[in-house]
């Protein structure tokens, strides 16, 4: 285990790009509403890239006033309303996660939704993080 959780592969499954198909974690959990692209004022960003960086920094934010880290998510749930401007997004929505969360995939459901409650938002991203004990 390694910060207190523990990636789930079978034997014999392929290794996950990007994410894990499951992880076991011990400690205090912590549980994250979902976050959109919008910053301390309540602006958009305007493009979806721009929205997905603004919403995992909101994360990042989060995480530190509980005394926590990227590297103790263990789950993240992305509902985006365009689900090719994901795909054709793929490389840069990459760096920017690389870049707030390093090399750390926790498991990951990505889901496309006809609208998120905020106007004009294009992706919301929910968090569950657990510190280890």
Same mark, same amino acid.
């Given at each position: 285990? $390694?910060?207190?959780?523990?990636?789930?592969?079978?034997?014999?499954? @392929?290794? @996950?790009?990007?994410?894990?198909?499951?992880?076991?974690?011990?400690? $205090?959990?912590?549980? #994250?509403?979902?976050?959109?692209?919008?910053?301390?004022?309540?602006?958009?960003?305007?493009?979806?890239?721009?929205?997905?960086?603004? =919403? %995992?920094?909101?994360?990042?934010? #989060? %995480?530190?006033?509980?005394? =926590?880290?990227?590297?103790?998510?263990?789950?993240?749930?992305? +509902?985006? $309303?365009?689900?090719?401007?994901?795909?054709?997004?793929?490389?840069?929505?990459?760096?920017? +996660?690389?870049?707030?969360?390093?090399?750390?995939? @926790?498991?990951? $459901?990505?889901?496309?939704?006809?609208?998120?409650?905020?106007?004009?938002?294009?992706?919301?991203?929910?968090?569950? =993080?657990? %510190? @280890?004990?």
């Amino acid at each position: 285990m $390694t910060n207190g959780q523990r990636i789930l592969l079978p034997e014999g499954w @392929p290794q @996950p790009k990007g994410y894990a198909n499951g992880v076991m974690a011990q400690g $205090t959990q912590i549980f #994250l509403g979902g976050q959109i692209g919008w910053d301390e004022q309540g602006r958009l960003a305007h493009d979806f890239v721009g929205q997905v960086r603004q =919403a %995992l920094d909101n994360i990042v934010r #989060l %995480l530190k006033e509980a005394g =926590a880290a990227p590297e103790h998510v263990v789950r993240l749930v992305w +509902y985006v $309303t365009d689900i090719d401007a994901y795909a054709a997004s793929l490389k840069q929505i990459g760096e920017v +996660y690389r870049s707030l969360f390093g090399r750390h995939y @926790p498991s990951m $459901t990505l889901v496309q939704v006809v609208r998120l409650v905020e106007a004009g938002a294009k992706v919301e991203i929910e968090a569950t =993080a657990v %510190l @280890p004990d």
